[in-house]
């Protein structure tokens, strides 16, 4: 199908950019919050429509950005005391398990739960769960199967760390749960040609539907910015049609329209993936050695995840490609420079980085579970996403064992563990009476 991309002005361009901070952040104010397609069962990868979605790349509110105990700014009101206090009593409770655990999420088949799964999850204390593959059970079966395995969540001093359930909604080839009471989300080619008014609506009605099912948080929007030029050759992006559209500027907006919409509705979002898909060819999830060599650390094309950081966005998911402009040397999820520098550093973010799925993706085959994990940690990373539960026991042990022997890795966990929980407080998902 051809697609007209309207040419903006260049003052229209920064009015556009400009309208997605205060979308969100209306709707920050209202709820206090800050989404497969198909090649590989791997998370956030797009198949052939006659193949089932493989995994990841998530009415709760979304967390207001955190912070660590080095950049904390001083207590004001008794609200933000009692908030602290009450993060800080489930992690003084934790032992070193539970907060390996916390730093993990792992898949599970939203068709059909696997027990034996769902045990390797409990049994590792894990805290964040992924359905993946591809649903049309509705949303009435889906609640009772997140409800099912929603009891097995960590206790802390007989207080229950909440689970974060998430999926990949984003719309087109990339929705994975279907059926009776989920409506069919158009692509995001398609989303990006409304209006922003438009599109913030429809995305707070796709929000309630999660969040009826039980999910609080989506793994979406895509922030990726595909040229006109790249097309369809961007295989994990432009292929699919997952992009807003071809500019900074309308990219920006409308990403922002649908993180907006689901803040309204109480429900979590992902900006991703970070520094941006956008200019590579080949599909991370399973091509090895994904290179971008054009995108920099001021590229136009990182705008849309500026603005969805200055608005609240709680989350931010990290890509498996190589920036050879920007660290040459690491992959981006492996990166400090990507991360800690750039992310973190020049662009303020304060929420939880999340991974791209670190379990089958064919661009990290070549480490370990165990090093794909502690790297990303290392790196400034919160969130290890795995879409194969198998990786979880050599995932967690790894994350311990370094605990257990360098005080600055250990540190660094408590600090995600910190943010993890304060999204998971922001949400309902702790009991702080």
């Known amino acids: 199908m051809s697609i007209r991309v309207r040419q903006q002005s260049r003052s229209r361009r920064r009015t556009a950019a ?20 198909t090649p590989g069962a791997t998370a956030d990868s797009p198949r052939s429509p006659a193949a089932s ?3 990841r790349e998530p009415g709760l509110t979304s967390a207001p950005p955190s912070r660590t105990s080095t950049d904390a700014a001083p207590a004001t009101t008794s609200a933000s005391v009692s908030a602290a206090t009450c993060t800080d009593r489930y992690l003084s409770g934790m032992t070193t398990a ?17 027990q ?4 390797v999850l409990r049994d590792n204390h894990v805290g964040s769960v992924m ?7 509705g949303t009435a079966a889906t609640r009772k199967a997140v409800d099912g395995f929603r009891g097995q969540a960590d206790r802390v001093g007989g207080r229950q760390v909440g689970f974060l359930v998430s999926t990949d909604q984003e719309g087109g080839r990339v929705q994975v749960l279907n059926g009776p009471g989920f409506s069919a989300m158009p692509s995001g080619l398609t989303q990006g040609s409304w209006s922003t008014a438009t599109l913030r609506a429809r995305a707070a009605g796709w929000a309630k539907e999660l969040k009826a099912a039980g999910l609080n948080l989506n793994l979406a929007p895509v922030a990726d910015v595909v040229p006109t030029a790249l097309g369809a050759r961007n295989v994990p992006i432009g292929s699919f049609q997952r992009e807003y559209g071809h500019t900074p500027a309308t990219v920006t907006s409308h990403a922002g329209a649908f993180a907006a919409g689901f803040a309204q509705s109480g429900v979590l979002t992902t900006y991703k993936h970070f520094p941006g898909l956008g200019q590579v060819i080949g599909n991370t999830d399973t091509t090895a050695n994904v290179v971008d060599s054009v995108t920099t650390a001021s590229s136009s094309s990182l705008a849309p995840f500026r603005a969805g950081i200055q608005a609240g966005a709680p989350f931010v ?10 660290d ?8 400090p420079t990507v991360i800690d520098h750039l992310l973190r550093g020049q662009f303020g973010f304060k929420g939880v980085v999340i991974s791209d799925d670190l379990g ?20 400034g990373g919160d969130v290890v996403l795995t879409v194969q539960p198998n990786t979880v026991p050599a995932m967690a042990r790894a994350l311990q064992a370094r605990m257990g022997k360098d005080a600055s890795f250990r540190a660094k966990v408590d600090a995600s563990v910190r943010r993890i929980l304060d999204a998971k407080r922001a949400a309902g998902l702790l009991n702080c009476g």
Do not use: E, W
């Not at 400009?18 to 397609?37: D, K, Q």
């Open 53 to 55: 979605h493989g995994g």
């Open 18 to 37: 400009r309208g997605a901070v205060p979308l969100i952040a209306l709707a920050l104010a209202v709820t206090g919050c800050g989404g497969t397609a």
């Open 116 to 119: 034996a799964q769902l045990r």
């Open 317 to 326: 998911m990290i890509s498996s490609a190589t920036y050879t402009k920007i």
């Open 328 to 335: 040459p040397k690491h992959l981006a999820a492996f990166s």
């Open 360 to 379: 089958n993706a064919v661009a990290v085959r070549s480490f370990t579970p165990a090093q794909r994990a502690v790297d990303f940690v290392a790196a």
């Open 98 to 114: 539970q907060r390996a655990g916390q730093l993990i999420m792992g898949g599970v088949s939203a068709a059909h739960p696997d």
């Open 131 to 137: 359905l993946t593959g591809r649903s049309t059970a």
